[in-house]
Nanobody, 125 residues
Framework: QVQLAESGGRLVQAGGSLRLSCALS????????MAWFRQASGKEREFVSA???????DYADSVLGRFTMSRDDARGQVYLQMDSLKPEDTAVYYC???????????????????WGQGTQVTVSS
């Protein structure tokens, strides 16, 4: 089983920046599709971003232009750089992995095989 562990979530003021990290262990991730999801209190879990091992990237409209996803497979790390944070970004953020040899561009939660426990991001006004 692949193990995922998110970190970096904290309280931050609106307009600020934060970088989340996801540490991966248990396998080679070079051609694994990775993603970030988030879930606000009382809301459904929603897609945030996805990335292949290469240049493929996908972002939800709500974060496009503000969030940037990156990967460092040699270190087993996935990152989510969040800039211009808004109170509506407050949520538990989860990283997810899908075992795949090719980029599939999945936004559906059910397509991902492995999940971390989440890290809380709170943006104050």
């Amino acid at each position: 089983q692949v193990q995922l562990a998110e970190s970096g979530g904290r309280l931050v003021q609106a307009g600020g920046s934060l970088r989340l990290s996801c540490a991966l262990s248990g396998r080679n991730f070079r051609r694994t599709n990775m993603a970030w999801f988030r879930q606000a209190s009382g809301k459904e879990r929603e897609f945030v971003s996805a990335a292949s091992w290469s240049v493929d990237r996908d972002y939800a409209d709500s974060v496009l232009g503000r969030f940037t996803m990156s990967r460092d497979d040699a270190r087993g790390q996935v990152y989510l750089q969040m800039d211009s944070l808004k109170p509506e970004d407050t949520a538990v953020y989860y990283c997810a992995a899908k075992s795949s040899l090719v980029w599939t561009g999945d936004r559906a939660e059910k397509e991902y095989d492995y999940w971390g426990q989440g890290t809380q991001v709170t943006v104050s006004s």
